[in-house]
């Protein structure tokens, strides 16, 4: 799978604006700064993310809200292709992302977790998999129809939002990034959400919104056991994807990526 590939972007795709900057943002940024091009496609339209706004206006201020975030950060915005709640993981949605994956050829991709409260994030996680999986397949086509590459991809899984399964359980990471020298910037662009900072503020109370997310990378820090702040993943299984011990996040960011033993021996069982 290595012949022709260009190991020099990254693409973070979640279901909704603003998951990537709740989960994702800090990484991003990071690899960023490491010189990867960056790439950033929310699949669902954040149509119900308002109790007051009809779905043609929320829709346009959401797109104009992820746009300035990607602004930001020098990011490649792709556009959503469903509203909330219709994100499935269906044929007409996999070879839409599957022709953003094989024009984009990122090496790392940045995804959702694969367990979650919210079936949309399960769902987004499941759909960029595959889309990555269906890369280099000449018979299954793209819409639109982008020619197959056969690039290597590494697979990374953030943590849930709340940081915890749809069953409760804690969902531990098996690495670490630091998001301390990056948190400033992440604020920034989370806050440029500002419907939804609206929106969470007024019922839950002042910054609200910006609090959740810095308290989420405050616990990741503290699970880390070393940064103060940070962002969890999980890497997905080289099956289809790329060699076994390509851990290009890893070689990318240095230091500033935390591998944990203890996770990985658990992998091996008992």
Known sequence: MAVGSKPDAALAVGAHPDDIEFMMSG???????AGLRLHY???????????TEPHAEIVRRRRTEALEACKLIGATHHESIVDDIEVFHTTEIVRKVAAVVRTVRPRIMLVPSPQDYMEDH??????????AFTRGMLNYPSDPEVEPVADDVT???????GLRGPLRE????GQYVD?????????????CHRSQKEW??????VNAYLKTMAGFAAEVGEMSGRFEFAEGWRRRSHLGFSAADDDPLSEILGERCFVDDEYEAALEGP
Request: hydrophobic content about 50%; overall charge positive.
């Open 122 to 131: 399960v769902n987004a996680s499941r759909v960029a998999v595959t889309a």
């Open 179 to 191: 998001a301390s020298p990056v948190m400033a910037a992440k604020r920034r662009m989370l806050a």
């Open 200 to 205: 969470l503020d007024k019922s839950q109370g």
């Open 170 to 173: 804690l969902i531990r990471p």
């Open 41 to 51: 496609m929310n699949i669902a339209s954040g149509s119900c993310g308002t109790a």
């Open 27 to 33: 990484t991003l940024m990071l690899l960023g700064e």
């Open 155 to 161: 697979i990374y899984h953030a943590l849930p939002y």
